[in-house]
């Protein structure tokens, strides 16, 4: 394992030290377990840990076929920094075909309603033949980066797949992310130096003005409670219940 101590600021090294601890003890708990990586910022911090520290964990990607050509070329700076290629699940392309050719290949636009179909279809029902059979999986999500996901716990039972999630970047800060970033040479989507903090599909991620929400530019005609996927649907039943039981606590 890489020693870092002498790179990473005190603060951040304890975080750094105590992700090593996580992330093995999830592969003791979980031998399957597998990192969804959309090759981001987070990602690329979970992959570097889990490559380096020679944790035997699976990391696979999703290829919704509406990626960024910077994206997709992340799958190869992977495979030449860590000699590992990820597994890439991709949509059912009869799937993708039925729903261009009823709505057309810009649906997304048009309605909530259509732009999460699209997301059923390209990223959501990847995901689940990505987790079948599994017992657990790993994001890399942060509380700090959306309204949805400002009460995301490190671990929890994800009730809209069916197994354990571990969120163990959950307590960092975006500062934190990219000193790790920066201090150990990691890899990042060119994307994140033009404005885009956060990348998903190219036609439905666009740059933030300064000071903007992380997740401004996801999905950015739509309100802000309605900005997620489905990939972590379980991020506003989590809130509403924490919502509901604040209601009822006065
Ligand atoms: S982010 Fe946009 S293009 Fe990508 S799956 Fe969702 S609606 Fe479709």
Not at 52 to 69: A, K, V
Not at 187 to 195: A, I, K, R, S, V
């Amino acid at each position: 394992m890489t020693t870092v101590d002498s790179v990473l600021e005190p603060a951040v090294d304890v975080l750094w030290q105590r992700l090593q601890g996580q992330l093995a003890d999830i592969a003791q708990r979980y031998p399957d377990a597998a990192l969804a990586s959309s090759l981001a910022a987070e990602d690329m911090v979970l992959t570097h840990a889990i490559y380096e520290g020679g944790f035997p964990l699976e990391i696979f990607t999703l290829d919704t076929g509406r990626l960024h050509t910077e994206t997709l070329g992340m799958q190869d700076a992977v495979r030449e920094r860590y000699g590992r290629s990820l597994t890439v699940y991709r949509p059912d392309a009869a799937a993708v075909d039925a729903h261009v050719n009823a709505h057309g290949a810009y649906a997304f636009y048009e309605s909530v309603e259509l732009r999460k179909a699209c997301c059923q279809i390209r990223k959501v029902d990847p995901l689940k033949r990505a987790l079948a059979g599994r017992g657990a999986w790993i994001t890399g999500q942060r509380r700090a980066q959306a309204a949805t996901r400002g009460e995301l716990p490190e671990a929890e039972h994800d009730p809209v797949f069916g197994l354990y999630k571990y969120n163990p970047l959950a307590a960092w800060s975006e500062e934190d992310v990219w000193h790790v970033i920066r201090a150990l040479g990691i890899h990042y989507n060119p994307l994140h130096d033009q404005g885009y903090p956060s990348i998903g599909c190219e036609p439905c991620t666009r740059a933030v003005r300064p000071g903007e929400d992380v997740r401004a530019g996801r999905w950015w005609w739509e309100s802000s409670d309605s900005k997620e996927c489905g990939l972590h649907a379980g991020n506003r039943v989590i809130s509403v219940v924490a919502a509901t039981e604040k209601s009822t606590s006065v």
